[in-house]
T-cell receptor, first 116, second 110 residues
């Protein structure tokens, strides 16, 4: 069964460093998302991406964050200058467009980011 | 602003019991409602999607319902098994963005 994959599974970085989290969405899906979950808290929406542009973003997704689809298969989230509070599990998701609207969002296994 | 609440926060039941998990949301203009399962330290596994024009969905021992007018969704699990132990998350949205509840941590005791 097709699945969303993410790399790396874990990343440790120093505060102020740039990180790039990578995702391969399900191949026929058109909508891509990033969410994050700080330990013990709710899963929070960051951004959605469709047709090579951001379609919706949250207040969390400030100028330090960017997303890109550099080729036909990868979808990346870049954090330019990491802060301690960016430590979280980051999930990528993708969905297809059905006749009745957006379909199920399928989530990847996540990248656990630790900022020291 | 959409807010999603799940009650109870935790539930412990004996194996074989039927159970109901509750989810409520503040904005009835919900586009779709999705139920997920999350195992400790793991990703989210989608269980059921109810689109705005639907009222319920079933998959195996799971049945989810959506009542937009009352702002509620329920997940019914029949004949629970120890392998069902996990945190169950409800998420709804107005468009692409899903707003998540904090989840119900379910423990099914053998």
């Amino acid at each position: 069964e097709p699945e969303v994959t993410q790399t790396p599974s874990h990343q440790v970085t120093q505060m102020g460093q740039e990180v790039i989290l990578r995702c391969v969405p399900i191949s026929n899906h058109l909508y891509f998302y990033w969410y994050r979950q700080i330990l013990g808290q709710k899963v929070e929406f960051l951004v959605s991406f469709y047709n090579n542009e951001i379609s919706e973003k949250s207040e969390i997704f400030d100028d330090q964050f960017s997303v890109e689809r550099p080729d036909g298969s990868n979808f990346t989230l870049k954090i330019r200058s990491t802060k301690l509070e960016d430590s979280a599990m980051y999930f990528c998701a993708s969905s297809e467009l059905l006749a009745g609207g957006l379909g199920t969002q399928y989530f990847g296994p996540g990248t656990r980011l630790l900022v020291l | 602003k959409q807010e999603v609440t799940q009650i109870p926060a935790a539930l412990s039941v004996p194996e074989g019991e039927n159970l109901v998990l509750n989810c409520s949301f503040t904005d009835s203009a919900i586009y779709n409602l999705q139920w997920f399962r999350q195992d400790p330290g793991k990703g989210l596994t989608s269980l059921l999607l109810i689109q705005s024009s639907q009222r319920e969905q079933t998959s195996g021992r799971l049945n989810a319902s959506l009542d937009k007018s009352s702002g509620r969704s329920t997940l019914y699990i029949a004949a629970s098994q120890p392998g069902d132990s996990a945190t169950y998350l409800c998420a709804g949205g107005g468009s692409e963005k899903l707003v998540f509840g904090k989840g119900t941590k379910l423990t099914v005791n053998p």
